[in-house]
């Protein structure tokens, strides 16, 4: 089967958000066990031209993505108002707090950096490499003089895709309640990148 790696458009907010609540489950579900709820609060906090996406040739449905988060903004924004509609007033105003802490890191941007965020491919579409097409496409448009990202305890297996790219790690970081999110601390990984004058994602 083909696919087409390519910058997202503003029609793929809904697959992109399946691709993440897919792919991240295990991290989203104490929020909810219904990954068709997930999907639809996230979808209302996609940034789609921050993705990279992998399109099936033979359906046209998103089934991979990788996401840059810069100072201008960042690929997910958590929404009280989205949270709550997919996920109900009380659940989605507690899981904002929450959310906004995960998918807004870091709280800070260096200049010339950007965070990949969202690194993902379907069940259906995983073992054709993927990842690391739709990873190094995004990572071929430049414009940013380094590259960071982040790896929880226990998800190890990702990190020689990550150096196969060039990124290593440059520390470990304690995640502050842990005990509650089931890991104890991040990989925090870094590649240089080459700016090109512009600067950034279009």
Partial sequence: MAFLIRMGRPHDADGIAQTVAEAFYPEFRRLSRDPARLAKALSGMVDPARFAVAEEGETGAIVGA???????????????????RALGAVRGG??????KRE???PARF???????????????ARGRGLARGILAFL??????????????????????????????????EKEKGGWYKGFSFRYVMERPGQETGGGGLP
């Fill in 66 to 84: 990788a996401a840059l988060s810069d100072g201008a903004g960042y690929a997910i924004t958590a929404r009280r108002d989205a949270l709550a």
């Fill in 139 to 172: 990572l071929s448009r430049g414009g940013y003089a380094r590259y960071t990202l982040d790896v929880m305890e226990g998800n190890e297996r990702v990190l020689p895709l990550y150096a196969g790219l060039g990124f290593r790690e440059i520390r470990r």
């Fill in 110 to 124: 260096a200049p010339g950096q950007a965070q990949v965020d969202f690194v993902g491919v379907r069940l259906r």
């Fill in 103 to 105: 998918l807004q890191r």
């Fill in 94 to 99: 507690l899981s904002f707090g929450v959310l």
